[in-house]
């Protein structure tokens, strides 16, 4: 019998963050830390992604990065 290794609602939305990090990270080609640095600035992570999971990631990866880094201008704009 195989163990079944369950993970938190938490660890699965944390897991999404560093997806959409990453995937933005890709588009604009830069690091993943200085995307991670740009989103923690302007409060986008906590503001944005974590309260707007149920919706964002039933999204394409390809959505989702074209979405953060329109997002993650518009709110560096305005700081």
């Known amino acids: 019998m195989e163990n079944i290794i369950e993970i938190s609602r938490t ?17 604009l080609n ?5 995307v991670y640095q740009r989103m923690k600035k302007v409060g ?5 992604i974590i309260p707007h999971y149920e919706v964002l ?6 959505n989702i990065a074209a979405g ?5 201008k518009n709110w560096e704009e305005k700081k």
């Open 68 to 72: 953060m880094v329109e997002c993650l």
């Open 57 to 62: 990631h039933s999204e394409s990866r390809e």
């Open 30 to 34: 830069v690091s993943y830390k200085d």
């Open 44 to 48: 986008m992570i906590e503001h944005y």
């Open 11 to 27: 660890q699965v939305v944390m897991a999404f963050v560093a997806t959409c990090i990453e995937a933005t990270a890709r588009l």
